[in-house]
T-cell receptor, first 113, second 113 residues
Framework: DGGITQSPKYLFRKEGQNVTLSCEQNLNHDAMYWYRQDPGQGLRLIYYSQIVNDFQKGDIAEGYSVSREKKESFPLTVTSAQKNPTAFYLC????????????FGSGTRLTVV | GQQLNQSPQSMFIQEGEDVSMNCTSSSIFNTWLWYKQDPGEGPVLLIALYKAGELTSNGRLTAQFGITRKDSFLNISASIPSDVGIYFCAGQLSETSGSRLTFGEGTQLTVNP
């Protein structure tokens, strides 16, 4: 079955360390997105990519980096520059031209210890 | 950026009761979407709305696209325990600019059996 997979489900990081969250989709979707979710807040866009080898900053890109070397993959690196990285991170993909065609992964909960 | 105000933030109801939640925006959207998120999972699309004034149903769920294009509401009739979760509204302006979604802050729904 096609879908979008995020790994790991839970991640613990020491302060000052970079960490990379994985997002893989086999839906043949062109666009991929990373969102951050904090309690009591909506999803906030970190980065998005509409095609391979291209990506744009979202609303809260500082302290994060991404790459899009393959259509299927859109990893997110949380760098040590991100001052408050503990959050639930959601990856999504979308078929271009379909407004409601977002598919979300099941998320990664990152905790800084 | 654009902001969506979603209310109420939380609701505690008895099984069988009807529920209503809404979102308002300071600017116009061309598409309104309603999602449900179960704990520790990604959001799942419930209803998509594409035209001002549109009223759409999906089982016990009914949603409307406000005539001004700046608001939307979601009703759940005859609630059941599995309706528990966080409900998000999301607006999309256009297919350009990466087809970004702007999310509301969410409504946490608790249903008491």
């Amino acid at each position: 079955d096609g879908g979008i997979t995020q790994s790991p489900k839970y991640l613990f990081r020491k302060e000052g360390q970079n960490v990379t969250l994985s997002c893989e989709q086999n839906l043949n979707h062109d666009a991929m997105y990373w969102y951050r979710q904090d309690p009591g807040q909506g999803l906030r866009l970190i980065y998005y990519s509409q095609i391979v080898n291209d990506f744009q900053k979202g609303d809260i890109a500082e302290g994060y980096s991404v790459s899009r070397e393959k259509k299927e993959s859109f990893p997110l690196t949380v760098t040590s520059a991100q001052k408050n990285p503990t959050a639930f991170y959601l990856c999504a993909s979308r078929k271009t031209g379909v407004a409601h065609g977002y598919t979300f992964g099941s998320g990664t909960r990152l905790t800084v210890v | 950026g654009q902001q969506l105000n979603q209310s109420p933030q939380s609701m505690f109801i008895q099984e069988g009761e009807d529920v209503s939640m809404n979102c308002t925006s300071s600017s116009i959207f061309n598409t309104w979407l309603w999602y449900k998120q179960d704990p520790g999972e990604g959001p799942v699309l419930l209803i998509a709305l594409y035209k001002a004034g549109e009223l759409t149903s999906n089982g016990r769920l009914t949603a409307q696209f406000g005539i001004t294009r700046k608001d939307s509401f979601l009703n759940i009739s005859a609630s059941i325990p599995s309706d528990v979760g966080i409900y998000f509204c999301a607006g999309q302006l256009s297919e350009t600019s990466g087809s970004r979604l702007t999310f509301g802050e969410g409504t946490q729904l608790t249903v008491n059996p």
